[in-house]
């Protein structure tokens, strides 16, 4: 076929930030399309249509499946007895907009990396 890079793989992919390991599911086409009502504005005065990247990143944290945290770090940060598995989509941005600016930048910017085009994806859109 020669265009198995141009799709989204279904098993998370880890994403280790100086030795911390979260794992991702990456983003489909059909994911962001769902996101276009949530993560779409209009801009005041313009009526023009742009992304609220804040809501976008939001949207995409909901794609992580594992991080390295365990049910004593989540008690200690939110306050509540949970694992990762059990806390609600609110309750994992929670504790995941509590990280250091430094490390949830690393974070998105992985998320970012694993969901870009390859280069043979890019030139396969260019032919």
């Known amino acids: ?3 198995e890079n141009d799709f989204a793989g279904t098993e998370p992919v880890e994403i280790d930030i100086e030795g911390r390991k979260f794992k991702y599911k990456p983003v ?3 994911d962001e399309n769902s996101w276009l009502s949530d993560i779409m504005v209009v801009t005041p005065g313009k009526g023009a249509n742009v992304v609220n990247w804040g809501m976008y990143n939001k949207k ?3 794609n992580i499946t594992q991080v390295p945290y365990d049910a ?6 939110l306050g509540v007895e949970k694992t990762w598995v059990d806390l609600t989509t609110d ?3 929670d504790l995941l907009s509590r990280l ?13 990396k694993i969901d870009a ?8 859109s260019q032919a």
């Not at 004593?72 to 940060?77: E, F, G, L, M, N």
């Not at 250091?100 to 970012?112: A, S």
């Not at 085009?117 to 396969?124: L, M, R």
């Open 60 to 62: 995409k944290l909901q």
């Open 91 to 93: 309750q994992r941005y």
């Open 117 to 124: 085009p390859d280069e043979k994806t890019i030139k396969n």
């Open 28 to 30: 489909t086409g059909g």
């Open 100 to 112: 250091k600016p430094g490390l949830f930048d690393k974070l998105i910017n992985g998320m970012k």
């Open 72 to 77: 004593a770090d989540i008690k200690k940060i």
């Open 1 to 3: 076929m020669g265009y």
